[in-house]
């Protein structure tokens, strides 16, 4: 089955951190640029982190210098390390692969920062 999985959401208080996982399909891995995206209740999806088939990276203006985008070959997954979290990081937060040909969702993962 062709899918992405994420994890390591959760709630953490301001000034926190936490890391998300997206485990990709073996066939999946490679074929287009990797993204993570977060929907807060309201508000519309917005691209947090992109990381192309080069390996370059680019982030949203909110979360440069905190959040950190990486993938591991090896293990056909995708990282989000996110430091000094804030309240308006709230949001499901879902891994993305888009190709020439379409593309493929996560089902998502809780993030809630509060005190």
């Known amino acids: 089955q062709v899918r992405l999985v994420e994890s390591g959401g959760g709630l953490v208080q301001p000034g926190g951190s936490l890391r998300l996982s997206c485990v990709v399909s073996?066939?999946?891995?490679?074929?287009?640029?990797m993204d993570w995206y977060r929907q807060a209740p309201g508000k519309e999806r917005e691209m947090v982190a992109r990381?192309?088939?080069?390996?370059?990276?680019n982030y949203g203006d909110s979360v440069k210098g905190r959040f950190t985008c990486s993938r591991d070959n090896a293990k056909y997954t995708l990282y989000l390390q996110m430091n000094n979290l804030k309240p308006e990081d709230t949001a499901v937060y879902y891994c993305?692969?888009?190709?020439?040909?379409?593309?493929?969702w996560g089902q998502g993962t809780q993030v809630t920062v509060s005190s």
């Open positions: 993305n692969i888009a190709w020439s040909g379409g593309s493929i």
């Open positions: 073996r066939s999946l891995f490679n074929i287009g640029a």
């Open positions: 990381i192309s088939l080069g390996g370059i990276i």
